[in-house]
């Protein structure tokens, strides 16, 4: 979701300053790009299917043939081939792209002998900026931010109007949205359900939605079970773009307590539709849920601490009304595509492209 809006902003730009972008996607294939993510009259992205080596070679052909005057290195690990790129075409300028997890641990020292090439590194994230500075050897002052924002097409599809109709009313809902993997424990889910027998005590009607696959949902699935409070889960695995955001506007609050978290989309698309998010004290999580404002903070292994936030929002419309006020305010303020294609418009800056020039991504 974020590259294909890294995509567009650089494709609106190169229209509007008059620079020419050549996309090439490693893991997609071309049929699979969404055209609502190309503008008119800008070169569609290429495709390679997961066929890494191929994409590979593409890639440096590009390089040779093209010589860019900036390549965007959509993946920290891509910066294993920054030397190679660099003597292929010494005078590109090369940028590289971090989210999360892949530098929440020490890099490879091919990875790190790339980095100290690249002149900027863009990331999602103060958190995860300060882990790669940590595990990457890259000196904070090269890491800018361009955070992540709300998906364009998703907001002109979804986002309520004031003429829509007030969704039925039924059962105070908590809703996680999030991948079940087993690699990706972090995200909470399993506080949540431990949570959930405390706070049915004072909510008995209480129902939680849980979005999402993988091969943990086993195992979470025999958790609820084992607590005593399955009857009140709904595991309703992948839902189709209509059904998730139903199930946003149905929901009385969003929660994921998350331990570690390079930025959070969910909790924008939450907020798109006026709920607050209970997220964890980690992270990348308090650059998104300002706590005390738009939802509330929590450490990831306190189950009572998270127990009676959940307890005291959902039994307090007054406390809950002004915070799902603030979300969207927080969001339309500040994690717009309109916002994230202004700051990469500002990353340019006095070294940007001109007529004539290229960039690659």
């Known amino acids: ?80 081939i920054a030397r190679l790129i660099k003597a292929l075409s010494p005078s590109s300028r090369l940028w590289c792209l971090v989210y999360g997890i892949e530098v929440w641990h020490p890099l490879r020292a091919s990875v790190r002998k790339g980095l ?10 103060d958190y995860s900026r300060r882990e790669l500075a940590k595990n990457g050897g890259v000196a904070l002052d090269r890491i800018g931010l361009l955070p992540c924002a709300l998906d364009p097409v998703w907001q002109a599809q979804y986002s309520p109007r004031p003429d829509d ?66 009857q009140h889960v709904r595991f309703r695995g992948r839902l189709f773009p209509d059904e998730l955001a139903a199930a946003y506007r149905d929901c009385t609050l969003f929660v994921m307590p998350s331990s570690h978290e390079g930025f959070g989309i969910v909790f924008l698309e939450a907020a798109l539709f006026r709920k607050a998010s209970i997220g964890g004290k980690h992270g990348g999580t308090p650059e998104v849920v300002e706590d005390g404002v738009t939802g509330c903070l929590v450490e990831r292994e306190d189950v009572l601490g998270l127990s009676r936030v959940l307890g005291r929002l959902l039994s307090s419309d007054d406390e809950r009304a002004p915070m799902e006020s603030a979300a969207r305010r927080r969001l339309l303020e500040r994690f717009t595509y309109v916002s994230l294609r202004d700051s990469m418009k500002a990353q340019l800056g006095d070294r940007g492209l001109q007529v004539g020039e290229r960039a690659a991504a």
């Open 116 to 125: 100290a090439l690249v002149e900027k590194v863009l990331s999602i994230s």
């Open 165 to 230: 109709a007030p969704s039925r009313p039924g059962p105070p809902t908590l809703l996680t949205v999030a991948r079940l993997a087993a690699s990706e424990r972090y995200k909470g889910v399993d506080s949540v359900l431990r949570a959930l027998r405390e706070v049915l005590k004072a909510v008995p009607s209480l129902r939680y939605d849980i979005v999402g696959d993988g091969d943990d949902r086993p195992r979470l699935e025999a958790l609820a079970r084992e607590l005593g409070v399955s």
């Open 1 to 80: 979701m974020y590259n294909r809006q890294i995509v567009l902003a650089f494709l609106e730009l190169g229209q509007e300053l008059g620079f020419s972008v050549t996309t090439l996607i490693r893991n997609d294939r071309s049929a699979d790009v969404d055209d609502r993510y190309i503008p008119r009259g800008a070169a569609s992205p290429i495709g390679f299917g997961r066929r890494g080596f191929i994409f590979g070679a593409a890639a440096l052909r590009s390089v040779i043939r093209e010589k860019p005057d900036l390549i965007v290195l959509g993946h920290v690990h891509f910066a294993r």
